[in-house]
């Protein structure tokens, strides 16, 4: 654990210390991987570690649904928000004007779960229009 030098593939890393973790991953398919390793990550040094596998999950399939779709850069914050001691928000933006949709995935579908798993994994879900593009927020209970 502790510091030392990031080995994450990013555009940008911002902003690593205290209560928020910001990292930009150019829109390839290693992108995944390096967001869900880089999320774990900083969870394990903030002693967030029960919330690590489903943030993690929660953000492999946002950045994969910008993925199939964008082709610019894609964000990941983390946030611990002041005075909020029991809530983890996760933030995951992209070029697309378009907020996603949540639809009810067949069993047969390979695709589409991505934000039926946000919905009902986290306490509070949205989207919101950026300057350029859009994020997908959640927000997870840190267990008391």
């Known amino acids: 654990m502790g510091g030392g030098s990031l080995a994450w ?7 690593t210390e205290g209560d928020c973790a910001e990292w930009t991953f150019p829109a390839e ?3 995944v991987r390096t967001a869900r390793a880089a ?3 900083q969870l394990h040094g903030w002693d ?4 690590a596998d489903l943030a993690a999950l929660l ?10 779709h964008a082709t610019g850069p894609i964000g990941v914050r983390l946030v611990r928000p002041v005075g909020l001691d029991d809530a983890l928000l996760v933030e995951v933006s992209d070029p697309l004007p378009d907020p996603p949709r949540e639809r009810v995935a067949r069993d047969e ?4 779960r991505g934000l039926q798993l946000v919905a009902g994994s986290s ?12 994020t997908v927020w959640f927000e997870l ?3 008391g």
């Open 109 to 112: 579908d390979e695709s589409g």
């Open 123 to 134: 306490r509070r879900w949205g989207t919101r229009p950026g300057a350029s593009g859009k």
């Open 29 to 31: 398919p290693g992108a």
């Open 39 to 41: 999320v774990r990550g």
């Open 48 to 51: 967030l570690g029960c919330l």
């Open 141 to 143: 209970a840190v267990p």
């Open 9 to 15: 593939e990013v555009i940008g890393v911002i902003d």
């Open 59 to 68: 953000v492999s399939e946002l950045v994969t649904n910008s993925l199939r």
